[in-house]
Nanobody, 127 residues
Framework: QVHVVESGGGLVQPGGSLRLSCAALDYYAIGWFRQAPGKEREAVSCIRSRRIGDGSTYYADFVKGRFTVSRDDAKNTVYLQMNSLKPEDKAVYYC?????????????????????WGQGTQVTVSS
């Protein structure tokens, strides 16, 4: 069992920024997902470990150029820096851990790759 803890959500005005954090002791990749009321959970971004992965990053098209995923290996923490936030970015954001057990053919942003999930953190973008 891998304990996953995310934090950093809150209320921000349109155009503002927030940084989410996800702490996990072990992972092949960490993914960020979000779920708005009445909608399916969707992938936002993911980052692979440099220790057991290739360190690659991936982004959903709707966040490219606005969100950046990064890691601090010394702190076992992954960050999602969200800039130029829009009202439509409002959602519960989840961090999830991919232990690398799944076959390589499953895309990195596919929910089925992820084995452990955090409790979620609310992000609200409103004036």
């Amino acid at each position: 069992q891998v304990h996953v803890v995310e934090s950093g959500g809150g209320l921000v005005q349109p155009g503002g920024s927030l940084r989410l954090s996800c702490a996990a002791l072990d992972y092949y990749a960490i993914g960020w997902f979000r779920q708005a009321p009445g909608k399916e959970r969707e992938a936002v971004s993911c980052i692979r470990s440099r220790r057991i992965g290739d360190g690659s990053t991936y982004y959903a098209d709707f966040v490219k150029g606005r969100f950046t995923v990064s890691r601090d290996d010394a702190k076992n923490t992954v960050y999602l820096q969200m800039n130029s936030l829009k009202p439509e970015d409002k959602a519960v954001y989840y961090c999830a851990v991919d232990m690398g057990y799944g076959p390589a053919k499953i895309p990195p942003l596919s929910k089925v790759r992820y084995d452990y999930w955090g409790q979620g953190t609310q992000v609200t973008v409103s004036s």
